[in-house]
Every structure is written in C-alpha cells, then in structure tokens.
C-alpha cells in the first residue's frame, strides 16, 4: 500500500483537479456543454439548440458551484483532520464519496447513461486507493 504521506498527497493532487474542473463548470458553462457532450451525456440531438445550450449553462454552473464546495471542503479535512490521523475525517470523507458514487452512478444508469456512470469510475478509484491505503493510519 502507499505510505501515508503519498497517499495524502495523492488525495490533495487528486481533488485539486477536482476542484479546478469544478470551477471551471461555473465559469466556462459553454465548455462544459461541449465536454458532457463529447463524454456522450449532452442533449440529444434533436434538442440541441442555441436555447437549450443556454439553459443547460444554468445546471452546469450550479452542479460546479456545488462540486467546488464539496470538494474544498473534501481539500481541507485531507491537509488537516485526515493528515493528522483523524478517524472521523477519514469516515466523513469515504461516507460522502460513497454516496456521492452510489447516487450518481445509479441515476446515470436508471436515466439510461452508462456512458455519465463510467465517468464515475476514474475518479472512484483515484481517491478510493489512497483511502484505502490510509484506513489503518486513522485512529
């Protein structure tokens, strides 16, 4: 498994790209648009409009406004709690995401986009090791 320090450290690099994409749904809505659509979850094609692009901008840029809270948030339990052995940060931190993974995951694939729920998986897994690495070193 991965030392402590690496393992923290992966977590911190981890949600910082988190946190910087999140960010950069709220600020470049017209981006993401083109990123959830190149990802295959965009609208269909038969409502894909000028309009409909700019509503879409709205949900964009609240699920990146809610993402960068959650994951600031996620940035300072790992640099402080966590990083100091902290059992109850480590829990609040595999709680969240696991629900966050299980919800997500499984609306995408009741709302019929496999390809939304295997964008899930990079990012499961990239915080999921270090976690996991770091279950015995919390107290």
Known sequence: ML?????????????????????????AGSTAHS????????PD?????????NYLKLPYMVLGAVMSGWTLLMV?????????GSRWAYQFLVQSLVLWFALDTGMSLVLGYP??????F???IA?????LSLRSSVS
Not at 35 to 41: A, D, E, N, S, V
Not at 45 to 53: A, F, G, M, Q, W
């Open 3 to 27: 030392s402590k320090r690496t393992a923290i450290t992966w977590l911190q690099v981890v949600l910082v790209v988190v946190l910087t994409y999140s960010i950069s749904l709220v600020v």
């Open 35 to 42: 990123l959830f659509k190149w990802f295959g979850f965009g």
């Open 45 to 53: 094609s038969s409502i894909d409009s000028v309009k409909v692009r």
């Open 127 to 131: 915080l999921g090791i270090p976690l």
């Open 122 to 124: 990079p990012f499961a």
């Open 115 to 120: 390809t939304h729920a295997l964008f899930n």
């Open 76 to 84: 300072q339990l790992v640099r402080g709690p966590l990083r100091d």
